[in-house]
C-alpha cells in the first residue's frame, strides 16, 4: 500500500469547500484522475452514499464501486473498489483567511497483473504532482463559486 498526500490553503471557508468535495459534477472536474459518475444513489455525496464510477487509466476502461463514509464540515472520506482499491480522505479545517484542505489517497493494489499494473499507474499519476494540482483545482472552485 501507498499513501500519497497534499495539502493547500483555500481563501473559501470550510463549508464552501464541503460543497464542492459532495458535487459529483465538480468532482468530475477537478479529481486527479478523469471519470465519469455512471450511477449515484443520492444527488450529492453524503454519508452512505453510493456511486459507479468509471474511466481510463494506462489506457484500460476501469470502473469503481464508491461508498462515501464521511462527508460533513470535517471532510470527505470514501472507499472505491475496483481493479485497484483506493481510501481516500479530505479533512478540512478552519483557517483565519479561509481554509485548510489536506488530502490523502491510499493505493491499494488487488491480486492479479492487470490489478498490479493498475496501481502502479494510479501511483504514477498520483506521485506526479496530480494529487497537488487537483486541490489547487478543488480550492480555486471554492472560492469561486
Known sequence: ???????????????????????????????????????????????????????????????FDVEVHQADVAGLSLSADGPVALDVAYQLRAAEAGSEVSASIAVLPRRGLRARLLAEATAAVLAGGALQHALGRLVAEAAAA
Open 1 to 63: 500500500m501507498r499513501t500519497y498526500t497534499a495539502t493547500t490553503t483555500s481563501t473559501a471557508r470550510p463549508e464552501a469547500v464541503l460543497h464542492v468535495l459532495t458535487d459529483p459534477d465538480a468532482v468530475a472536474r477537478w479529481a486527479p484522475v478523469d471519470f465519469y459518475v455512471d450511477a449515484l444513489t443520492h444527488p450529492r455525496l453524503s454519508q452512505g452514499s453510493r456511486a459507479r464510477v468509471s474511466g481510463r487509466l494506462a489506457g484500460q476502461e476501469i470502473g
